[in-house]
């Protein structure tokens, strides 16, 4: 038997079943080992009948009294009783006929299974049954439990499992001795072999620790790696002068914050290089992104070179265009700036186009616009992605190959990145976070709203628009659905517009309508011809509304924290108070993600927290979690992931050849391919 011998070999395993296996991926030998288990259940202390308490549960019995029989619409029950020495206790089995005959009388068996109340007595259903003579597959010890498909479950796979477990023996290492001997790593086939059947809880850490540590090491040494290339390239040198930088900073209507003022200071250094930059601004909502990145800008500006922002929606590229003009006006540089999005006119593309090539437009605000092929740069030295996980890879490579050569790239996000994720999936990126709020801003006030209360809810919302504040409410859906129960953002419009603010001037926005439909109710609600806007979540990133001071977030059980946090700080701009609503689907109490986000600010706490309850998929999105690749390492374990890190560091510097470690080499190599530059 080999790697390569496929699963429809092994006894047991037809054809019809292997077809089955098919569907989970899992051809040859090979593909079944690296089918890791999804979770366990510990059948492995084994307890005394008269010691028994409801739950999981394993004993060692004989059986006696075993009997099968046929009850309503053809359901078959089979009944016995189990005897330990110290009490008995009865075993029921549903649809399976043959327990009756295949049990033997006076046979010393292991038996695991649900210890619960049936028909007045305590019982134990379903159990998996397994002789003690027998080297146990599926009792008497930790079970691994795999996702299953119709027709194979986990029992079955645990049983091809243990035909093929005596290959690991004969694998290949995948990482150098030096660092199996120094972080006391157990070798790949013992890791292997143990993670599918632990002998003990200990075993199973250990083997969990031993290919979690692998799995960051790769990701690691391809952002390490990624990141070295990097450094080899040329890029354009974007001098430093500090009096513009001076000039600049006095023109402006606010004061920078100390952490502005030091990320600001990273990028002059970064550009003032030969070596291209890489870096992401990280900061929350209304932290001031924008204006570092003008900043960088300035610099390329005054030297006749270009800048590219790309944002990922046209209202966000439409502000920030509007955001930079302003901010460049009294250096006089404001006609250098230019919008390229998809709804511009053809001749006002052209136009732009032609700006474009020759140089006259010097810092190019647009959408996915600014990667097509009639985008022809003049001399591109810098590049600003907004929100920049919003990007794939493919689209941030393709603005990049505009310049020519390696340009110095510039990333932002208001999404909080816990510290283990920017060890991960932002390891080859230098960092700068912004986690001051500008001086004067007040704290949110955040409130969990039962909608029973929504009555008083709307008299308050009322009473500050009364005021002459204008207020967001944002809906999980555009139209109902019949398949999810949550509020939609047409039926809450027709609702509110109708009944409970008919006297007021209600907006409508959500992700289907066109973009200058978008951009003319923005346009309604910025010039506060409304004064309540209801939307989707198109309203989530980077929309600036002063006048805005409450939020209410409908459904909001509905939301991940991080997207609660962002849609938060999306009113309370000014020195004028702001205010969140957290309104409930139902009246049932609020789970823990609503409590934080209503007792913190901190969109950093929230974001480690989102992370453990949800994973980083809920985080950042389906495609960077499979990008991450990880399925054993607890991606909150910020301990190993800097072991990994580490040792990955030390691979490089005492140049280890990947060649040496083939499996190795073909992960890293899918990785550099997937992760966050390349």
């Excluded at 490579?397 to 510290?419: E, F």
């Excluded at 080859?428 to 006030?445: A, F, N, T, V």
């Excluded at 309850?613 to 390492?633: E, F, K, S, T, W």
């Amino acid at each position: 038997m080999k790697l390569t011998t496929p699963v429809v070999d092994l006894k047991g395993v037809g054809d019809a079943q292997a077809q089955k296996f098919g569907t989970l991926g899992i051809k040859t030998i090979a593909d079944l080992l690296d089918y890791y288990p999804r979770r366990y259940d510990d059948f492995s202390i084994i307890t005394p009948i008269a010691r028994l308490r409801p739950g999981m549960v394993t004993i060692q019995a004989t059986i006696t009294a075993a009997k099968g029989r046929y009850v309503r619409r053809g359901m078959h029950i089979t009944e016995a009783i189990a005897t330990d020495g110290t009490g008995s206790v009865r075993l029921i089995w549903f649809n399976q006929a043959y327990r009756a005959t295949s049990l033997k009388s006076g046979q010393q068996y292991y038996l695991s299974g649900q210890y619960e109340l049936s028909r007045q007595r305590f019982s134990i259903m379903n159990p998996s049954v397994e002789m003690v003579s027998d080297f146990p597959v599926n009792t008497a010890r930790i079970l691994a439990v795999y996702k299953e498909t119709k027709g194979l479950n986990s029992r079955q796979i645990r049983l091809a499992i243990k035909q093929v477990v005596p290959l690991t023996e004969s694998l290949k290492e995948t990482l150098p001795k030096w660092l199996l001997t120094e972080y006391k790593l157990l070798a790949r086939g013992e890791a292997l072999a143990a993670l599918h059947i632990p002998e003990s809880s200990k075993q199973l850490e250990e083997a969990r620790h031993r290919i979690g540590f692998e799995e960051v090491f790769g990701l690691s040494l391809a952002s390490l790696l990624n990141k070295k290339e990097n450094q080899s390239e040329q890029a354009l040198v974007i001098p430093f002068e500090v009096k513009l930088a001076q000039q600049f900073v006095k023109n402006l209507p606010f004061v920078l914050t100390s952490a502005q003022r030091k990320a600001i200071w990273q990028v002059y250094q970064d550009i003032d290089r030969p070596i291209p930059m890489n870096r992401l601004i990280e900061g929350d909502v209304g932290s001031g992104k924008t204006v570092v990145a003008t900043m960088a800008a300035l610099m390329a500006l005054t030297k006749d070179r270009q800048v590219a922002l790309m944002a990922p929606t046209e209202l966000l590229a439409r502000q920030h265009a509007d955001t930079i003009h302003d901010l460049l006006k009294p250096m006089n540089l404001e006609a250098k700036v230019s919008l390229l999005v998809g709804s511009l006119s053809k001749a006002q593309k052209t136009k732009a186009h032609a700006a474009i090539a020759s140089g006259e437009a010097g810092f190019i605000v647009g959408t996915h616009a600014l990667i097509q092929d009639e985008v022809d740069m003049h001399d591109l030295a810098l590049i600003v992605i907004d929100e920049q996980h919003r990007f794939g890879v493919d689209q941030r490579k393709k603005l990049m190959a505009k310049a020519g050569h390696m340009p110095h790239v510039l990333s932002l996000t208001a999404t909080p990145i816990p510290r283990s994720l920017a060890l991960t999936l932002y390891g080859e990126m230098d960092i700068s976070l912004l986690d001051e709020k500008p001086k004067g801003r007040l704290p949110i006030i955040t409130s969990i709203v039962s909608p029973n209360s929504k009555k008083q809810l709307y008299e308050s919302v009322d009473a500050k628009i009364k005021q002459g504040q204008q207020v967001f409410i944002v809906c999980p859906l555009i139209k109902e659905s019949g398949m999810v129960d949550a509020s939609s953002a047409e039926a809450i419009y027709k609702q509110l517009s109708k009944h409970e603010f008919k006297h007021r001037k209600v907006g409508l926005l959500h992700g289907k309508m066109t973009a200058d439909e978008k951009i003319a109710v923005m346009k309604q609600f910025v010039d506060h011809q409304l004064d309540l806007l209801v939307s989707t979540t198109v309203i989530e990133v980077g929309v600036d509304v002063p006048n805005a001071t409450v939020m209410v977030i409908e459904n909001a059980e509905r939301f991940g924290l991080a997207q609660l946090h962002q849609l938060r700080g999306r009113v309370g701009r000014d020195d004028v108070q702001g205010y969140c609503y957290l309104v409930l689907g139902d009246s049932a109490p609020p789970g823990r993600r609503l409590r934080a986000l209503e007792n913190s600010q901190d969109g950093f706490k929230l974001a480690e927290l989102d992370l453990t309850l949800r994973g980083p998929g809920a985080v950042y999105g389906v495609a960077q979690h499979g990008a991450l690749d990880l399925r054993i390492a607890p991606i909150t374990d910020t301990h190993l992931i800097l072991q990994a890190r580490t040792a990955a560091g030390r691979f490089i510097t005492q140049n280890e050849s990947l060649e040496k470690y083939p499996h190795l080499s073909e992960i890293v190599a899918r990785l550099r391919r997937v992760t966050n530059l390349n």
